[in-house]
């Protein structure tokens, strides 16, 4: 009996260092991701003439890396994904930035928290009994691990946006109440938008004050998409993001002052001019059936054989040798066309290793400046009036590289981290925060001072 016990008495001790079950061990921290946010926004901030003060400050009062190699798709959803579980998109599930359509209304960006298959930071912290909140952040709704949230979606002004929204906030109730003191929650994807954004966020911080709480903004990121990187208004919007990012920040070391502060963001952007849209060479080729075309009406595929998924091409048949073939030759003709813009033809076991695409049989890697598009008619190749900015890029095109700053009370001071990899983002958040996650297998970035005894 007294092995019996000692045993258990070991494997209670141990259960308890893996998995933290009570707040007492436990850090606050605020995350908050700034969607496109490339890092020469920051480290580059003199010689492109922006005023970025807060988040300057934590390169002397803590550690930051030069650039945050992202995960594949370099897209949005997948990356939030990542950024919060520690594991790539073909093993958290989130693989493209995944529309929701129901009844007329469409969210382009993903939704749900059941949707990711593996452990979360947050689904950490609710077994250790942190209490979390949430504004804007992907992928949480209907998740039992965040107290207080107020999902991510699409800022649609219109009646069924506004049921939809409410719908998904909680506790049921939450946003009712918080508008009925800070009026309407429904905003555009600009500099207004993140506004009220950080209004609602930092009154649920004040009401309930959560030990761990998300946030994240999409102007950047927006007016890059309309504008191009680094154009004025891209500029305009990151520096009004910056004193987003004070106010909120003011309001977590009102909480707490022992708050560790991290922000993130998901991917950078590139300029873009030109559009191959692969689809229509895949009809020319037959691989691709598409009903008769109707004047006003959206083109309907009949058939295929292969199909355009973002910069990945699915066999409806994998095992089909003969399909295989015909593709394979299909983009080995378009590749061998500079003008195409394609630099590479990824394929086999070789795109499993990417990590992302599960399922695809070719990934493109596309050179900057070119996008692929969806387009079933017109020109296969668009060359556009205006320079835009677009991600989705391999990670090895730089410009895809995602930023990480932290800092607070532990995290060493004034410490460049260099280029990091994204899925090391949660091991070190769940660090911060004492919790542990179940599926993250990576080391956490060494952000910790070792004297300070918390972690």
């Not at 001790?13 to 490339?38: F, K, N, Q, R, W």
């Not at 003008?339 to 990934?363: C, H, M, Q, T, W």
Request: aromatic share 6%; glycine share 8%; with cysteine.
């Amino acid at each position: 009996m007294a092995i019996d016990f000692r045993r258990k008495a070991i494997l209670f001790a141990c259960t308890l260092a893996i998995y933290p079950t009570g707040s007492a061990h436990a850090e606050s921290l605020l995350l908050v991701s700034i969607d496109a946010m490339g890092p020469d926004y920051i480290l580059k901030a003199d010689e492109l003439g922006l005023k970025v003060p807060t988040l300057r400050s934590f390169m002397k009062d803590g550690s930051y890396a030069k650039g945050v190699r992202g995960v594949v798709p370099t897209v949005t959803c997948p990356s939030h994904a990542s950024i919060v579980t520690g594991v790539t998109p073909s093993k958290h599930g989130i693989t493209g930035n995944d529309p929701l359509k129901s009844d007329g209304f469409a969210s382009v960006l993903c939704t749900f928290a059941s949707d990711i298959k593996v452990d979360a930071l947050y689904d950490a912290a609710a077994r250790a009994r942190i209490e979390t909140g949430s504004v804007g952040w992907l992928n949480t709704a209907g998740s039992p691990s965040i107290k207080y949230n107020l999902p991510y979606t699409d800022p649609y002004k219109s009646e069924i946006a506004i049921k939809f929204q409410e719908a998904m906030a909680r506790p049921d109730g939450l946003l009712t109440d918080l508008q009925s003191k800070l009026g309407s929650y429904y905003q555009d994807a600009d500099e207004a938008g993140s506004t009220i954004r950080l209004r609602f966020a930092t009154e649920i911080m004040n009401r309930y004050k959560p030990s761990f709480m998300m946030f994240h903004t999409v102007s950047v990121d927006h007016t890059a998409h309309a504008n191009g990187p680094w154009s004025v208004e891209a500029k305009r919007a990151m520096e009004h993001e910056d004193a987003v990012l004070g106010e909120i920040i003011t309001t977590a070391l009102a909480n707490d002052p022992d708050t560790v502060i991290a922000v993130v963001s998901d991917h950078g952007q590139a300029a873009y001019t030109r559009i191959l849209n692969i689809n229509i060479p895949l009809i020319e080729a037959g691989l691709i059936e598409i009903e008769p075309l109707t004047p006003g009406r959206a083109v309907a595929v009949k058939d295929w054989t292969a199909k355009r998924w973002g910069d990945a091409i699915l066999l409806k048949d994998p095992l089909d040798a003969a399909a295989r073939a015909r593709v394979s030759d299909l983009l080995r003709r378009l590749a061998a066309d500079p003008a195409n813009g394609i630099d590479r033809i990824i394929e086999g076991v070789e795109v499993e290793k990417l990590g992302g695409y599960p399922g695809a049989s070719f990934v493109l890697a596309m050179k900057p400046g070119t996008v692929l598009g969806g387009s079933y008619v017109g020109d296969r190749l668009v060359t556009l009036p205006t320079t835009r900015g677009t991600h989705g890029y391999l990670p090895e095109v730089s410009a895809m590289n995602a930023s990480f700053f932290i800092k607070g009370k532990g995290i060493k001071a004034g410490q460049d981290l260099g280029v990091v990899d994204m899925l090391r983002i949660a091991p070190t958040l769940a660090q911060a925060m004492g919790v542990s996650l179940k599926d993250a297998r990576e080391a956490p970035l060494p952000v910790f001072e070792a004297a300070s005894g918390k972690r």
